[in-house]
């Protein structure tokens, strides 16, 4: 049960901004919503993770939806560095980490 | 400072042996997950360790498949007759004990099963 739906694929172009969805209509309480990303051949790096309200960090910034049944994740610039797979995730207070298939970003030069 | 380590970050072995994946955590880090990634594929959940607690074993697979974790650090990861299903790549991840801090990863381990 990856609790989350993410498109399979998206497409930005170099230092445009990206906006990355994410429902999870399931969420509970004290669900943090965690945002890594994938290289090829990498494991997944950590981008950002917020429980209620707006976060930024140098990577990116996470919006989430006031009924916190929706995220989106926004690349403000997105480089060519960017190109990764991108999970969506849910922690619950168990410490479990629920990952789904990610969105596939390709970032056009 | 040191990351999530793994070893071997490439293993090759014929169909029935057994095999050993090893995963040095980040220092003072008491979560350590492993996962287990098939190629084009999203993050199987496999064994969860937490300190001294008993460690969640819901995604192994089969009996096949066990873990330890030595002295609440390095863990070590058994495929007992391996089958070419079990070929992916393994990926180990720390957390510290916080229920809200991130994980960090290693690059993971290529198993290949011939």
């Known amino acids: 049960d990856a609790k989350t739906t993410q498109p399979n694929s998206m497409e930005s172009n170099e230092e445009e901004p990206v906006h990355l969805p994410c429902n999870h209509s399931t969420i509970s309480g004290t669900d943090y919503i965690h945002w890594y990303r994938q290289l090829p051949s990498q494991g997944p790096e950590y981008v950002i993770h917020g429980l209620t309200s707006n976060v930024n960090n140098r990577m990116a910034s996470l919006a989430i939806a006031e009924d916190r049944k929706s995220s989106t994740l926004i690349l403000h610039r997105a480089t060519l560095r960017d190109a990764a797979v991108y999970y969506c995730i849910l922690r619950d207070a168990g410490n479990q980490f629920y990952f789904g298939t990610g969105t596939s970003l390709t970032v056009i030069p | 400072g040191a990351g999530v380590s793994q070893s071997p970050s490439n293993k090759v072995t014929e169909k029935g042996k057994d095999v050993e994946l090893r995963c040095d955590p980040i220092s003072g880090h008491t979560a350590l997950y492993w996962y287990r990634q098939s190629l084009g594929q999203g993050l199987e959940f496999l064994i969860y360790f937490q300190g001294n607690s008993a460690p969640d074993k819901s995604g192994l697979p089969s009996d096949r498949f066990s873990a330890e974790r030595t002295g609440g650090s390095v863990s070590t990861l058994t495929i007992q007759r391996t089958q070419q299903e079990d070929s992916a790549v393994y990926l180990c991840?720390?957390?510290?004990?916080?229920?809200?801090?991130?994980?960090?990863f290693g690059d993971g381990t290529r198993l290949s099963i011939l």
């Open positions: 991840a720390s957390s510290a004990r916080q229920y809200n801090q991130p994980q960090h």
